[in-house]
């Protein structure tokens, strides 16, 4: 039987995502009945959401039966967030069909081949080079979800280079999640958080470029110690059953094709070429132009998917060919739909059940008496918890911040320190939650269930955490400010 294009979403992979997703739904839902109800006053300042800080007041228990738990994934498309959600499926759906296409056309073998060809056997420094980039592009535009179009194609560098998916994984979106949570100039958390405490837009580079180098320190010696390892023993793979069909295929990667102009894979990798520089564009402009900003995601799909189907009807492939990959990259990418639907309604229980104030009003009352280092932990560990029922970052600082800077006053913590200490827990924990729109979506791309990938960056997180205890006791020591 002929092997299907573009990603394939295992059977195995999505049953366990599926029992892992409503098991968390059901714990908020038990949540909802366990925890008392409170609330927050809120006010709308220059067309934010802010809370007043001193205006928290119990409040009855809503309404809400539990057989909503279990309508929730549906809910969520009527509710606050549902065009966000149904832009994130649409993008998805998009990725999987480009994909597919560029796979089944050539195109992205061609690629690969005269990439493998350029650096020959410096494949650790391509390695090093391209996880720079992408955490680079994290840190300093607060680019995260928009490099999800790459992730397929860095696997499948991956593979040729003979290593496997968690290392095409490690290098493309993990480091741009390190890199956005390690922020330097990120508007999405270190701007945003800035403006709400009133600090100078940007301020405290000085100790968020060291904290960028350590992390990416972190990250370069657990992906060149994983791939030697592999290269060593390839049986030594976490994910070596599953990824031996994938392995294969672009392991036998002809370059003979790279200098065959009659395949016509030069003017597809032209015209690919084309539309990723116009991907680039609206990544950098994105941070700077609110219009683009809005529209990026939608966008670099859009972008994506016109590059990709142009570039495999340049080869000369039949349309039916082209076709017939368009529908196998739909099918295999549709499995990662309810699981994102079912992930966005762990929030959206917590909201009905009117908990997620009562659990900022229980983490403040802790802060107001703890010794700065203390309180530095605890805003990080809030952000922690926050983040499995809140995933974009701009949204938890309006919800947090309001909060948590008056009490950061108190204890005597800078809030520089109260901002960074919210962006490590905001940012680190967006590829170990399975909540994570980007997370279902890059792992639904792949053979990896979340079990795998979360054996696979235990350790990465193990450190990941010391770094970041080490550098919010610096902050503490230096009184990391300016204020």
Same mark, same amino acid.
């Given at each position: 039987?002929?092997?299907?294009?573009?990603?394939?979403?295992?059977?195995?992979?999505?049953?366990?995502?599926?029992?892992?997703?409503?098991?968390?739904?059901?714990?908020?839902?038990?949540?909802?009945?366990?925890?008392?109800?409170?609330?927050?006053?809120?006010?709308?300042?220059?067309?934010?959401?802010?809370?007043?800080?001193?205006?928290?007041?119990?409040?009855?228990?809503?309404?809400?039966?539990?057989?909503?738990?279990?309508?929730?994934?549906?809910?969520?498309?009527?509710?606050?967030?549902?065009?966000?959600?149904? #832009? !994130?499926?649409? @993008?998805?759906?998009? *990725? =999987?069909?480009? $994909?597919?296409?560029? /796979?089944?056309?050539?195109? &992205?073998?061609?690629?690969?081949?005269?990439?493998?060809?350029?650096?020959?056997?410096?494949?650790?420094?391509?390695?090093? #080079? !391209?996880?720079? @980039?992408?955490?680079? *592009? =994290?840190?300093? $535009?607060?680019?995260? /979800?928009?490099?999800?179009? &790459?992730?397929?194609?860095?696997?499948?560098?991956?593979?040729?280079?003979?290593?496997?998916?968690?290392?095409?994984?490690?290098?493309?979106?993990?480091?741009?999640?390190?890199?956005?949570?390690?922020?330097?100039?990120?508007?999405?958390?270190?701007?945003?958080?800035?403006?709400?405490?009133?600090?100078?837009?940007?301020?405290?580079?000085?100790?968020?470029?060291?904290?960028?180098?350590?992390?990416?320190?972190?990250?370069?010696?657990?992906?060149?110690?994983?791939?030697?390892?592999?290269?060593?023993?390839?049986?030594?793979?976490?994910?070596?059953?599953?990824?031996?069909?994938?392995?294969?295929?672009?392991?036998?990667?002809?370059?003979?094709?790279?200098?065959?102009?009659?395949?016509?894979?030069?003017?597809?990798?032209?015209?690919?070429?084309?539309?990723?520089?116009?991907?680039?564009?609206?990544?950098?402009?994105?941070?700077?132009?609110?219009?683009?900003?809005?529209?990026?995601?939608?966008?670099?799909?859009?972008?994506?998917?016109?590059?990709?189907?142009?570039?495999?009807?340049?080869?000369?492939?039949?349309?039916?060919?082209?076709?017939?990959?368009?529908?196998?990259?739909?099918?295999?990418?549709?499995?990662?739909?309810?699981?994102?639907?079912?992930?966005?309604?762990?929030?959206?229980?917590?909201?009905?059940?009117?908990?997620?104030?009562?659990?900022?009003?229980?983490?403040?009352?802790?802060?107001?008496?703890?010794?700065?280092?203390?309180?530095?932990?605890?805003?990080?560990?809030?952000?922690?918890?926050?983040?499995?029922?809140?995933?974009?970052?701009?949204?938890?600082?309006?919800?947090?911040?309001?909060?948590?800077?008056?009490?950061?006053?108190?204890?005597?913590?800078?809030?520089?320190?109260?901002?960074?200490?919210?962006?490590?827990?905001?940012?680190?924990?967006?590829?170990?939650?399975?909540?994570?729109?980007?997370?279902?979506?890059?792992?639904?791309?792949?053979?990896?269930?979340?079990?795998?990938?979360?054996?696979?960056?235990?350790?990465?997180?193990?450190?990941?955490?010391?770094?970041?205890?080490?550098?919010?006791?610096?902050?503490?020591?230096?009184?990391?400010?300016?204020?």
């Amino acid at each position: 039987m002929e092997e299907k294009a573009g990603a394939q979403i295992s059977q195995k992979a999505f049953l366990q995502s599926i029992l892992i997703l409503f098991i968390l739904m059901m714990a908020a839902g038990t949540l909802t009945r366990l925890i008392p109800t409170g609330s927050y006053s809120r006010s709308v300042q220059a067309g934010r959401e802010i809370i007043d800080a001193q205006s928290f007041q119990w409040t009855p228990a809503p309404d809400y039966p539990i057989w909503r738990w279990f309508t929730a994934p549906l809910e969520v498309l009527a509710g606050s967030d549902g065009v966000t959600i149904i #832009i !994130i499926i649409v @993008f998805l759906l998009m *990725v =999987g069909i480009s $994909f597919a296409v560029l /796979e089944k056309s050539g195109v &992205l073998q061609f690629v690969l081949a005269r990439l493998v060809k350029r650096f020959g056997k410096q494949t650790y420094l391509l390695l090093l #080079i !391209i996880s720079f @980039f992408f955490m680079v *592009v =994290g840190a300093f $535009f607060g680019i995260f /979800e928009e490099v999800v179009p &790459l992730v397929p194609v860095m696997i499948a560098l991956s593979y040729s280079l003979g290593w496997d998916t968690l290392v095409g994984l490690g290098m493309s979106i993990l480091a741009t999640n390190l890199g956005f949570s390690a922020a330097i100039t990120n508007p999405f958390t270190i701007g945003v958080a800035q403006r709400i405490a009133g600090l100078p837009l940007f301020s405290g580079v000085w100790l968020r470029i060291p904290i960028f180098l350590a992390i990416y320190t972190a990250l370069a010696i657990f992906l060149v110690l994983y791939a030697r390892k592999i290269e060593r023993c390839p049986e030594d793979s976490d994910v070596y059953e599953q990824d031996r069909a994938n392995r294969a295929k672009y392991q036998t990667i002809s370059f003979a094709a790279v200098g065959d102009p009659s395949l016509k894979m030069r003017p597809a990798s032209i015209w690919l070429g084309i539309f990723f520089l116009l991907i680039v564009s609206v990544l950098v402009a994105s941070p700077r132009v609110p219009a683009v900003s809005d529209l990026s995601l939608p966008l670099v799909g859009i972008l994506f998917l016109v590059g990709s189907v142009g570039a495999g009807f340049l080869t000369g492939a039949e349309h039916k060919e082209v076709i017939r990959s368009i529908g196998e990259g739909l099918g295999g990418i549709a499995p990662a739909i309810p699981l994102i639907l079912m992930a966005a309604s762990i929030k959206f229980i917590v909201f009905q059940g009117g908990i997620m104030d009562t659990l900022l009003h229980s983490a403040s009352l802790s802060i107001s008496q703890a010794s700065p280092f203390l309180a530095a932990i605890i805003v990080y560990g809030l952000a922690l918890i926050i983040e499995l029922f809140v995933a974009s970052g701009s949204a938890k600082a309006f919800l947090m911040m309001p909060i948590l800077l008056p009490l950061a006053d108190l204890v005597g913590i800078t809030r520089q320190l109260a901002v960074t200490a919210y962006c490590f827990g905001d940012g680190f924990s967006n590829l170990a939650y399975p909540t994570n729109p980007v997370l279902l979506i890059c792992l639904g791309l792949t053979v990896v269930s979340y079990p795998k990938w979360l054996k696979w960056t235990a350790k990465l997180w193990f450190w990941i955490l010391l770094i970041t205890l080490v550098f919010l006791a610096i902050g503490v020591a230096v009184n990391y400010g300016p204020f």
